[in-house]
DNA sequence: CAGATCATGTAACTGGTTACATGATTCA
DNA sequence: TGAATCATGTAACCAGTTACATGATCTG
């Protein structure tokens, strides 16, 4: 699946601006692009070519204009077809695991240390994804998947089943590192 | 990371010709790349032009020439270091969570049967993933990742610890469409 | 005064995918 | 005889990343 997808599906949800929707793929942990300027216009413009957005045109006194983009009839249709498509299994690119697969010429110290510092990063990780799941603060706008977010009850559910996918995912990986340096360090001591 | 790690990997293990990686990435769930010719047959005359593998040409009688590749001295020390540099965080692309944020719009039944489709699918690597944690068949060539088929006692245990990665993976995978397609069932009934 | 924020975009590159191309051999 | 396997490669394309480019405004 390309970004144009989950582009298309913000601004089912809210108008946005090109800007706005670089700082949604900032900060959410679910759409996980980079969020860089390239892509993103690239794809607004695009999707604005093939009549799946419309755009207004702000201007603003001071600085240059929004340009607000929203979904249009035919782009909510596009999107309505893409959620009934055929679901993809997720892709995981886990470059440390093939790391590992060679590591076995690095010194016990060595090899603790880069799990060590894996770990830290998973936890960080975990904590940001299991912040999520956390009502945002009130009177704040509601963010991406935020349940308060929602527009009805069923969405609500999937919105949090999505953020407890992300906790999982990396609940599960802090597992996984934490039984391994416990077995690195008993295997040697033995 | 590209690909030419995981390929300079598999030459410090064994030797092998482009065909036998394509073959191993095609079979092993670690090895995520499709292990398409192009990518494998650039990454090899890459390596040999920067002296980290080497290749013996055996002619075949009645095939085509095998170039079998191996990883050389400095091919090692590049593998080392790289074993040695600081961990990435795994990234993974779920495309499916995407279209369930926006599939509050998909009748309750179709939504349901997509959710099936993907527990199948999930079920399928989950499967998979745990069978590679079986040792191979007596006789057979090790295949990569096998604990039959590494070179120290520590070795071993890191293979083991990245098979039982992905089927943490999928097993958790499973676990979350499942609880899911529970959750949509009984508030639907509610 | 420096750094973050608002707001738009472009250029160059990398990594990876799909499809094309060739041709003999082996097996059911 | 048709499909799978052995064995090499090339061409065209797509998605995504990093870096470049501009410039005003707001905040500490």
Redesign the interface.
Known sequence: ?SIE??IL?LL??RELSGYDLKKIFEESV???WTGNNNEIYRALVDLRERGLVSVEVQPQEKLPARKVYAATAEGRAE??A?????????????????????????PAG?LDN??A??ED??QT?AIISRAQLQPAAAGARAR??DPAG??????A???R??L???A??YG??L??VRA?RV??ST?RSS
């Open positions: 699946m997808y989950a599906g089912s949800w679910a759409l996980y999107l309505a893409w959620t009934a498509s055929a679901p993809q299994l997720p892709q995981r690119r886990h470059a440390l695991l093939i790391q590992l697969a060679w590591a076995d010429a690095l060595q880069l799990l510092e894996y990063e998973v990780q991406f998947l929602a527009r009805t009850p069923r969405e559910v999937l919105w089943a999505i407890e996918n992300w999982a995912f599960s990986e597992a996984w391994l077995e690195l295997a």
